[in-house]
């Protein structure tokens, strides 16, 4: 994870270590962007210090401080369980694990895994919106309602590829496997369904190492992500124990 300034800050910071009267105007225009008062006590930007320091040094210091607050929020939120999204930048807060042997409603499995967003958002390089499906355009908001309605023909759709798998391959898996291979479908296409079935030689795998494979589906960004490891295992637990009820 890391913390972007703006060029704002890069144009200050970079005049505040050069000094002179060039700091001086760049603190001014930061200030003035900022709807500020160009006249300001710069010791509001620091920490109490003992030493007095000019105000370039001073706002440095203050700039150094919120980098080593950064760092260590970081390592905490690493702690948690949150991660920064690579391509998105948003943060992915921790997903508990739904009760799979209790639930028998794919759809429900599913939208718990995507969480719901209103507006359209990239999804490494895919526009999606809701509870995960495609979006139409970069402004498109959506419903709660409208969302599960969409999520549900996305989640057929993905269903009909992994009962034609069943069919063409002379597979005889259950309704769990079949939701199970439906969620791993849904999330991660039907090339990667494929390849999960096939491997890299071509021959088909049987259910045992399908279980196994599921779990190695959990990157995003070329980066493993908690959030993805948590589905994965669920798939697989759905895939191999199924339902309780």
Known sequence: MSFNYGPNYKALIDALQQG?????????????????????????????????????????????KVKKDNDSLKERM????????????????????????????IIDFIAGFEGFRETAYDDYGQLTIGFGTPATSADQTIT???AMKELS?????ARTVVLEAA??????WSDNQVDALTSFTFN??????????????????GDEEISEMILEYN???????????KRRQAEADLFTQGYNS
């Not at 023909?153 to 759709?157: A, F, G, R």
């Not at 991660?188 to 079935?197: A, E, H, P, V």
């Not at 990157?219 to 490891?229: M, R, S």
Request: charged fraction near 30%; glycine fraction near 12%.
């Open 20 to 64: 002179g009267v060039a700091a001086a105007a760049e603190m001014s225009n930061s200030r003035r962007s900022r709807g500020l008062a160009t006249s300001s006590l710069v010791n509001r930007l620091g920490d109490k210090i003992d030493t007095p320091q000019s105000p370039q040094q001073a706002i440095l210091t203050r700039f150094e």
């Open 78 to 105: 690493k702690e948690l369980g949150i991660e920064q999204d690579p391509v998105t930048e948003e943060l992915e807060p921790p997903v508990e694990d739904p009760d799979v042997n209790t639930s028998g409603d």
């Open 144 to 146: 709660r309602e409208d």
């Open 153 to 157: 023909k996305e989640v057929m759709k």
């Open 167 to 172: 069919k063409e391959f002379g597979y005889d």
């Open 188 to 205: 991660l296409g039907q090339g990667n369904f494929n390849r999960l079935l096939k491997g890299d030689e071509g021959g088909l795998r």
């Open 219 to 229: 990157k995003a960004g070329g980066k493993v992500l908690p959030g993805l490891t």
